[in-house]
């Protein structure tokens, strides 16, 4: 009876994804891993308040673990904060009425295209370096991102843009207190956009440098694409990556895998960059998206979630694109 039992443990241990749990009672040993890890500095004060965020996210994680056979959360950089420290410091997104900054995707001329199973724009060499906002300035890097795949699309050179142009000089938005993709894409459409060598990061607000002499990327329209999920895919493959907006609460933890158990979120405040889709190895159609938390985060700076249901809620908003000239 004991073998027998024994050989159906493994056969579940095998069928199922690795299940990462933490003993709490061991929780000091892994806080003191993870500011090693990260190169966290705390005065005494700070470290107790940071430590029993910390524990609270250990707890977080076991149970988001347990509910979910598709997605793996881990410790990661973001687990000495709250949720609402999260959000606050590393998202950014700031909705508006988007109607006066683009046009529509049905007012191009667009070629049909056959639908592939699944499909993903880094393999065609179009998507640049996953990159650190380190900020609220998740709108910046979601406009430079499809800005800068169109140009690859069209040039077949990679180019890597300015965020730091855009918090610096775009004054539609609010730099690292958050800001609007789609005007940003407006402000690329009226300025151009330099690139990040002429005009290098600093995750902090700044005073504009821009130089018109040094443009290297000219977007002659930005196209918002209406519709749901379905209509999603056919524009991603006729006009490139695009710019999209979430909510980020449920990822702070993410690790890796399909988002699909707890993906139902509450308010979208985060911009990022759809890049692909597929389905998983059970079928689960997903959306493959680019983040800019860096590459230390999730699946080397990319994370996956269910299509088709609104997780997230990534249809809640409308998704934009450029034309480049």
Not at 65 to 76: G, V
Not at 271 to 279: C, I, W
């Amino acid at each position: 009876m004991n073998i027998i039992l024994l050989f159906v443990l493994c056969v579940g241990i095998t069928s199922a994804k690795p299940m990462i749990q933490y003993l709490l009672r061991n929780a000091p040993d892994h806080f003191e891993d993870f500011i090693k890890t990260y190169n966290k500095e705390y005065d005494e004060t700070e470290k107790a308040i940071r430590y029993g965020i910390f524990v609270k996210n250990l707890e977080n994680i076991n149970i988001l673990n347990q509910k979910s056979n598709d997605t793996t959360f881990d410790i990661n950089k973001f687990s000495d904060l709250s949720t609402e420290e999260f959000i606050q410091r590393y998202t950014g997104y700031r909705h508006s009425n988007v109607s006066n900054y683009c046009i529509n995707s049905d007012q191009l001329d667009l070629k049909p295209v056959d639908v592939p199973e699944e499909f993903d724009w880094r393999q065609k060499g179009v998507v640049t370096r996953v990159k650190n906002q380190m900020c609220n300035s998740c709108w910046a890097f979601s406009a430079t991102g499809t800005v800068e795949s169109a140009y690859a699309i069209k040039t077949r050179q990679q180019v890597v843009l300015a965020e730091q142009q855009l918090i610096d000089c775009d004054k539609q938005s609010d730099g690292c207190n958050g800001g609007y993709p789609i005007k940003a894409l407006k402000y690329f459409q009226d300025n151009g956009a330099m690139t990040e060598d002429d005009y290098p990061y600093e995750a902090k607000n700044g005073q504009c440098r821009f130089n018109s002499q040094k443009v290297k990327a000219k977007v002659k329209n930005c196209v918002l694409v209406q519709g749901n999920e379905d209509g999603f895919v056919e524009k991603l493959l006729q006009i490139g990556p695009l710019s999209i907006a979430l909510d980020a609460e449920p990822v702070q933890h993410y690790k890796g895998g399909i988002m699909k158990t707890d993906c139902q979120g509450t308010k979208v405040n985060h911009a990022v960059l759809l890049v692909g889709y597929g389905k998983g190895e059970d079928g689960t159609p997903y959306w493959l998206i680019k983040n800019s938390w860096g590459a230390d985060w999730g699946e080397k700076g990319y994370f996956r979630i269910h299509r088709g249901v609104n997780c997230v809620l990534v249809a809640d908003t409308t998704p934009a694109g450029v034309v480049i000239e």
